[in-house]
């Protein structure tokens, strides 16, 4: 297969980048963390190609990246008020919400009941969301090879695995979104990130 770069700023990406997502291929692209890896998030056999092209474990569960918190409904059952309050603080940026998960959305994103979501602080990324809705996204690198920051180095390690990638330059890389488990009374800091417990606590009015 052969993988094609073009510059998220070139006005044929994001339809491209549609063409081959409606078509169940996989695109690479710039988020505000490094490059992601995505597919639409209900088709199930494309986010199951994700575990192929990255020599990933099928177990492990991948994020759903939105374009917008009111995408929230097209993935969520029902959608927790503490996950509303903290969407409506923290969106775009680095907080991953786990939430009740979509009946619809297919066993290869979560084979649990809940699913990961977030919204990216990153302008390219989500134009592409808007555009395609919502997508299943894991980092865009081989398993347990370094999360890549640059579009070369999508390429170094997915080259001939993708069809395309979209250049977005270099990313901030460094530490992954703050992960919060909103089922329960309280929230539940599952993975530590750039917004502290204590954030979390205080916009939602409670003491720990």
């Known amino acids: 297969m052969e993988t094609k770069t073009i510059a998220v700023t070139h006005p044929d990406s994001i339809p491209l980048a549609l063409e081959i997502l409606r078509s169940g291929g996989l695109v690479a692209f710039p988020t505000d963390t490094v490059y992601g890896l995505g597919a639409l998030a209900f088709n199930a056999a494309a986010v199951e190609s994700i575990y192929a092209a990255k020599d990933r474990p099928n177990e492990k569960a ?25 969407a409506a603080r923290f969106w775009p940026g680095p907080l991953t919400l786990v939430i009740p998960k979509h009946p619809r ?13 977030r919204v990216p602080a990153h302008a390219a990324a989500r134009a592409l969301l808007q555009a395609a809705g919502p997508m299943a996204v894991t980092s865009a690198n081989l398993s347990a090879w370094p999360s890549p920051c640059t579009a070369s180095e999508v390429l170094g390690q997915l080259g001939g695995r993708i069809p395309l990638i ?12 703050t992960v919060v488990d909103c089922l329960g009374a309280e929230p539940k800091v599952l993975r530590a990130g750039p917004i502290s417990e204590d954030e979390i606590f205080r916009l939602l009015g409670l003491s720990r």
């Open 166 to 177: 979209l250049d977005g330059g270099q990313t901030p890389g460094g530490v992954p979104s």
């Open 62 to 86: 991948i994020p759903v990246l939105l374009g917008s918190a009111d995408d929230l409904p097209k993935v969520a059952e029902s959608v927790p008020e503490m996950a509303l309050a903290l």
């Open 105 to 117: 959305l297919p066993e290869a994103v979560s084979a649990a009941a809940t699913v990961g979501v």
